[in-house]
Nanobody, 122 residues
């Protein structure tokens, strides 16, 4: 059974940085693609970035391109989301997801973590 668990959320000042982690188990073909999304109350889940670890194909949303970076520690089966130059509008519940296709829609992902909160103060 696939399990994803996010960590690393917290409170940070605007302009600061935060690194989120997503522990993925097990690492299989069905979890080749990792995506990061975020959601605020009353809004749809927003796509941020996705990457295929077998092909290297990566897709960033325009809203985070140049500020957020996805990376992975293969030995730890952990995917990271490095977030720099954070803004108050980045405040949200952040999710990692796994699937087989690099896509910008939540429906493309089969497995989800529970989320980790990020609050950016002005």
């Amino acid at each position: 059974q696939v399990h994803l668990e996010e960590s690393g959320g917290g409170l940070v000042q605007a302009g600061g940085s935060l690194r989120l982690s997503c522990a993925v188990s097990p690492r299989t073909v069905s979890t080749d693609v990792t995506g990061w999304f975020r959601q605020t109350p009353g809004k749809e889940r927003e796509f941020l970035v996705a990457k295929s670890w077998s092909s290297g194909g990566t897709y960033y949303a325009d809203s985070v391109k140049g500020r957020f970076t996805i990376a992975r520690d293969s030995a730890k089966n952990t995917v990271y989301l490095q977030m720099n130059s954070l803004k108050p509008e980045d405040t949200a519940l952040y999710y990692c997801a796994a699937g087989t296709v690099v896509a910008g829609i939540a429906e493309a992902y089969n497995y989800w973590g529970q989320g980790t909160h990020v609050t950016v103060s002005a």
